[in-house]
């Protein structure tokens, strides 16, 4: 991983889960990062044990904390390499007539509201630097209907539309723009989501997670180190023509079919 050395690397939602990963091997291999987090008591303790990390608080969802965010990087800084995208909730789980407005606005908000002020902040950044990779974070609902999820898989979906359209406006600034989209990702949240989805369908938690590893040709979910490996193929020069593409790791997803019960 010596092409990581010193490259500078912004990375959103990184003091806990897939985030936190992906700074940790990020910084072991000597580039400098910087992530922000809403959460203050995570960022402190990611901070504690990190400390060659720069964290920063900042909701994304929040244009006023983004732009402030930003304006940190380029005073620290000044340009940088790579953004890499991740901050995303999972939203709710229910069925379409069962979904709350304020739960649906709250996921758009993060997820593409997110993306979206994020990568307008980075875009002079990575010009300045002479180019650079933008990495989204997706997921196999970026390609496939997930019940239960319209929310979520909205948002995915949306990753890849924005993911090409940007690659499209600023391939002629070296900028290149990509999505990795795992099936999913061993840890709390997939843990949280099988508990929700269980209690919606008055079913065991075991129930839930026995589907979905069926769905996938390996039976088995991700783990997160496997996302930041493609992070730190997609940084070096090996990918330098790889833009506009969204990227599996998912052990091949057949289906994301609802389990089906007689009283659906």
């Known amino acids: 991983m010596k092409h990581v050395k010193n490259l500078k690397i912004v990375i959103t939602a ?8 992906i ?13 922000c987090d809403k959460d203050q008591e995570v960022l402190d303790q990611f901070s504690k044990n990190n400390p060659e990390i720069i964290t920063l608080k900042a909701d994304v969802s929040r244009e006023e904390e983004v732009a402030s965010f930003f304006n940190e990087i380029k005073d620290h800084f000044g340009e940088i390499n790579a953004l890499i995208n991740n901050a995303g909730i999972a939203g709710p789980s229910a069925k379409l007539e069962d979904t709350n407005f304020n739960d649906w606005k709250n996921t758009l908000s993060v997820n593409l509201n997110g993306t979206f002020l994020s990568t307008k902040s980075a875009i002079p950044l990575l010009r300045s630097a002479g ?33 090409k359209t940007w690659a499209m406006e600023y391939g002629e ?60 193929y997609l940084l070096s020069p090996l990918a330098r023509k790889i833009t506009g593409q969204m990227l599996a790791i998912d052990g091949h997803t057949e289906s994301l079919s609802m389990i089906n019960k007689e009283d659906d």
């Not at 990184?14 to 990963?21: L, N, P, T, V």
């Not at 979905?212 to 390996?218: A, E, I, K």
Request: proline residues 3%; aromatic residues 6%; glycine residues 10%.
């Open 14 to 21: 990184g003091a806990s889960g897939i985030g936190s990963e």
């Open 23 to 35: 700074a940790m091997i990020l910084s072991q291999a000597d580039a400098k990062v910087i992530i």
């Open 131 to 163: 180019g650079g990779s933008i990495i989204n974070i997706g997921s196999t609902s970026s390609f496939m209907g997930t019940p239960l999820r319209s929310s979520y898989s909205a948002t995915k979906w949306g990753l890849i539309g924005l993911t």
């Open 173 to 232: 600034d070296n900028i290149r723009i990509n999505t990795i989209c795992p099936s999913s990702v061993n840890g709390e949240r997939i843990e949280q989501v099988i508990e929700r989805e269980a209690k919606y369908r008055s079913v065991s938690p075991e129930e839930i997670k026995a589907a979905y590893l069926s769905q996938t040709s390996m039976k088995t979910f991700i783990d997160a180190e496997e996302i930041a490996g493609m992070i730190v």
